[in-house]
């Protein structure tokens, strides 16, 4: 049995914070400050260039993305780290095009992180007529699976419900119609288990921000299947995804396997801050995470719903078919929120009316559940919230 209450004395929180928010920035584990500091002073500051040999900064993307591969049901070998989600998707989505040739649709649907959208936007106005992107609703995924589709590109976990689709299940689907399937895996890589392997997806992307605590803007993953991996095509053809990066030959050949999804130089100090938290990562299993954030977000659903009035709840209810996030409506969402939030329980806001809540067993327990709603119930019933102090928008919510 992993030991929840050690874990959650491994993170740096404020004092009297019940921090609700890991689903969009995960909290620093204590040793992420020293392992930044050393690498600063040791590696970067004591031996300056030679430390991209003596140190293993230029295998650290690889070795880094092994880390990674063991949470989401990956071979060891199939993942690398490097630049942000939003340029991995679309890496990703256009090496699925190009496996495809002949079909020209990626189809998404609208529970999609916008991002993703907009990549494959942008990504179709460079190709020439007839490529598009097709939206439709979450539950019309499966149906709107064709042969005239290219590459299905979902996010497992919904950013705004929490609503979880079937990987395994619409994966199957797209293959038996030759479709190629890019899972976006930002709410599901250290939120549920996943089973990328067992699941055959041809590719997968995700950030290491959220629930994995690698801080603003660590460095994003991506896998490609091993056997599409030396196939594959990487339409940003960098240098450090070069067979030979240091022959500077003037003409581009790519790595072999997943090697050629690498682009610039890695973020060896955003590597260096995602290695610290992985330290506890590597001691967790995945299913022990899922059972114990389970019983938290229906420990959470169970008390708003029995002593808050006025809220709906927007998630799943059964628990099978969300993430690890709980999402809640409100005509004053904004509100409440910015009075929960100055109230010492961070979560977050998203347009029109949502209330969203993360929930991350590693630093999470019951006590915070109970503390937390009560706080909300108190904001809610004595609407604490009408103060204007908490009408103002901020840029960031
Ligand atoms: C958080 C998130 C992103 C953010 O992309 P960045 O490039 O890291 O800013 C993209 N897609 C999804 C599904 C997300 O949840």
């Avoid at 031996?47 to 140190?55: E, G, P, S």
Wanted: hydrophobic share 45%; proline share 6%.
């Amino acid at each position: 049995m992993f030991d929840f209450k050690a874990s959650k004395a491994c993170f740096h929180l404020p004092e009297g914070v019940i921090y609700l928010d890991g689903n969009s920035l995960g909290p620093p584990v204590r040793a992420t400050a020293e392992r930044l500091s050393a690498v600063v002073k040791e590696e970067w500051g004591e031996q300056l260039i030679r430390a991209w040999n003596t140190a293993g900064w230029m295998q650290r993307p690889r070795a880094t993305g092994d880390r990674i591969a063991r949470l989401v049901g990956a071979p060891q070998g199939s993942v690398v780290m490097g630049d942000t989600l939003s340029i991995k998707v679309f890496q990703a989505l256009a090496a699925g095009l190009a496996l495809n040739p002949g079909r020209k649709i990626i189809l998404s649907d609208n529970g999609n992180f916008p991002s993703d959208l907009y990549m494959a936007e942008g990504l179709v106005s460079l190709k020439e007529n007839g490529f598009q992107l097709k939206v439709v609703d979450p539950e019309q995924v499966e149906e709107a699976i064709d042969e005239t589709i290219a590459v299905l590109m979902l996010t497992e976990v919904d950013y705004r419900t929490g609503r979880l689709h079937d990987m395994a299940k619409l994966t199957a689907k797209a293959h038996r119609l030759g479709v190629i399937t890019v899972w976006d895996l930002a709410h599901s890589a250290g939120a549920i288990p996943v089973h990328l392997e067992a699941s055959g997806a041809d590719f997968a992307v995700g950030c290491t921000y959220k629930y994995l605590n690698g801080g603003p803007g660590a460095p994003a993953f991506i896998y490609i299947r091993p056997d599409l991996a030396d196939t594959a095509q990487p339409a940003l053809a960098g240098w450090l995804g070069h067979a030979k990066p240091f022959a500077f030959d003037l003409h581009y050949r790519p790595g072999t396997g997943i090697e050629r999804m690498r682009v610039g130089t890695p973020p060896i100090l955003g590597l260096a801050a995602l290695d610290a938290s992985l330290d506890i990562w590597d001691q967790v299993d995945m299913g022990e995470i899922r059972q114990r954030s389970i019983v938290l977000t229906e420990l959470f659903i169970r008390e708003c719903l029995t002593y808050v009035p006025g809220l709906e709840l927007m998630s799943p209810r059964d628990p099978m078919q969300r993430g690890s996030q709980v999402s809640l409506r409100h005509p004053q969402g904004y509100e409440i929120m910015q009075a929960l939030i100055d109230n010492g329980v961070i979560g977050d806001f998203r347009a029109p009316d949502v209330l969203r809540f993360g929930f991350a067993p590693l630093y999470l327990d019951e006590d915070d559940i109970r503390k937390a709603v009560a706080i909300l119930r108190k904001i809610i019933s004595q609407k604490i919230w009408q103060d204007p102090k908490y009408q103002v928008r901020n840029a960031v919510t």
